[in-house]
């Protein structure tokens, strides 16, 4: 059964930053690619940051520069780095993979205030 927990969510000042990890369990996070999606309140469902399994990463263009995705193959695990945080990237930020079918993990909170 594949679960993906994330953590790291919080509250932030602009500027700030915050690590967002996504704890893989049921598959393997290097043989797989990896995505970190948000939704703002009335808005839909962006993807934000995507890692695949040869290291390849994709941005979107309102947080390159600003955020880094990257794996720790030993703890199985992904991070969003999350630097020079904007009002706008407020939002719950969701970890996802497609393995056999698309997995969602729960989401965490970030709120950046201004």
């Known amino acids: 059964q594949v679960q993906l927990v994330e953590s790291g969510g919080g509250l932030v000042q602009a500027g700030g930053s915050l690590r967002l990890s996504c704890a893989a369990s049921g598959i393997i996070v290097r043989l797989n690619a990896m995505d970190w999606y948000r939704q703002a309140p009335g808005k839909q469902r962006e993807l934000v940051a995507a890692?695949?399994?040869?290291?390849?990463?994709y941005y979107a263009d309102s947080v390159k520069g600003r955020f880094t995705i990257s794996r720790d193959n030993a703890k199985n695990t992904v991070y969003l780095q999350m630097n020079s945080l904007k009002s706008e990237d407020t939002a719950v930020y969701c970890c996802?993979?497609?393995?056999?079918?698309?997995?969602w993990g729960q989401g965490t909170q970030v709120t950046v205030s201004s």
């Open positions: 890692i695949t399994s040869d290291g390849t990463t």
């Open positions: 996802h993979t497609l393995s056999s079918r698309s997995y």
